[in-house]
């Protein structure tokens, strides 16, 4: 079944009208047939529709992995509770989804056996989902205050926040965050710092360009202004239990669940090692790089090795570029993925990569053809 489900999806996959059509056809289909869930979802579907092909392709790539399928499905909806969504609204979804599917796909080839994988692998989509939607005793929303808005370059800012009560999500993890001057608009973005009982937290956000939500979060955001965000979601975890060293890869804002995850471990006693390897273009897009070479210095069982395309700032960033504290390991120039896979083939190590969808795909590429086990690879869906 598994083999049926991958190619059908590839060949959705292979066109670009087949990755629109199925997205579009779903939520044409869904309100059709129940027009009253059209209020549940914001005016513009874009991010919806990306969303809920993101949601497909992880799936579809982690089957023979139950338990991280499931637990992704179950985180997600209960994330979805923050639309209003609950568990009778998904078993309504299946047949749109269906016809979604099958619309999408070359109709000429389409068989009763994948009408019958396709069927029941919606179903436990959903059923997953309603599941967890309807026995979450956690609150959909947390409401927050910003206590902090620190514009550390042109497009990039840290958003400090103070929630209503402590959110319990565990560092690696990401939130959906909705903002005051984008109502109804909610984005993921992964928490900088480990859960506290204060409810304190820290995103750092770029400007994406054409964006609706980061440009207003890095231009906007002021002090007092009172946020919502929803239920963690993610995987991104270091397992203690196995045994393994750890390499973790992050590009830009991407290191900021990868911060969060060192940040707690320095406050257990014994630690594998971590290989933290922090990339971006330009020097001074390693924005962070001074907070991670101070905790390298107090936690020996941590080496940062900072990486930049270019070796020098842009002339619109006249600022010197920072050398490294003594014995920390120099900044290396080269597209991050490559000057990794360089180091070898890393496959005594468990892996987590967080960046841009391009530099995620281009790294795990990188290392792949080093000879790095696909399954060590660990990196989320959605953010």
């Given at each position: ?154 497009d990039l800012a840290v958003v400090r926040l103070e929630a209503d009560s402590p ?98 471990m320095a406050m257990k006693a014994e630690n594998p090692r971590v290989h933290l ?57 080269g597209r991050l993925g490559q000057v990794v896979a360089r180091f070898g083939s ?38």
């Amino acid at each position: 079944m598994i083999s049926r489900l991958r190619a059908s999806f590839s060949s959705i996959l292979s066109t670009e009208q087949g990755r629109t059509r199925l997205a579009t056809t779903f939520y044409s289909t869904l309100f059709a047939e129940h027009p009253e869930f059209r209020s549940l979802f914001p005016a513009a579907l874009d991010q919806q529709k990306h969303r809920l092909f993101q949601a497909l392709e992880f799936v579809i790539d982690n089957l023979e992995d139950q338990d991280r399928v499931l637990g992704f499905l179950a985180q997600l909806g209960r994330d979805h509770r923050k639309y209003g969504v609950e568990g009778r609204h998904y078993s309504a979804s299946a047949r749109a989804l269906l016809v979604a599917v099958q619309d999408s796909f070359i109709r000429a080839i389409w068989t009763p056996s994948l009408t019958t994988a396709w069927s029941e692998l919606i179903e436990l989509l959903l059923h997953t989902m309603a599941d967890a939607a309807d026995n979450d005793d956690l609150p959909a929303a947390w409401g927050a205050t910003v206590v902090g808005h620190q514009r550390l370059l042109d497009d990039l800012a840290v958003v400090r926040l103070e929630a209503d009560s402590p959110i319990p999500y565990a560092a690696g993890q990401y939130l959906s965050v909705q903002i005051p001057q984008r109502p109804r608009l909610w984005r993921y973005l992964s928490a900088a710092i480990p859960t506290n009982p204060y409810g304190q937290i820290e995103f750092h956000v770029r400007r994406v360009s054409g964006g609706w939500v980061s440009p207003a979060i890095v231009n906007e955001t002021q002090v007092g202004d009172r946020w919502l965000l929803s239920s963690p979601l993610g995987g991104l975890e270091v397992d203690r239990a196995g045994g393994r060293d750890v390499l973790m890869i992050g590009s830009g804002t991407g290191i900021a669940p990868l911060r969060a995850q060192v940040m707690d471990m320095a406050m257990k006693a014994e630690n594998p090692r971590v290989h933290l390897f922090v990339g971006g273009k330009y020097p001074c897009d390693l924005y962070d790089i001074e907070t991670l070479w101070q905790l390298s210095l107090s936690n020996p069982w941590l080496t940062v090795v900072p990486v930049s395309e270019e070796n020098e700032n842009p002339w619109w960033h006249a600022v010197p570029v920072p050398d490294e504290p003594p014995g920390l390991h120099r900044r290396l120039q080269g597209r991050l993925g490559q000057v990794v896979a360089r180091f070898g083939s890393w496959a005594d190590r468990q892996i987590q990569i967080s960046g841009s969808p391009a530099m995620i795909k281009t790294t795990v590429y990188a290392l792949q053809s080093g000879g790095t086990p696909p399954e060590l690879i660990r990196h989320d869906p959605l953010v």
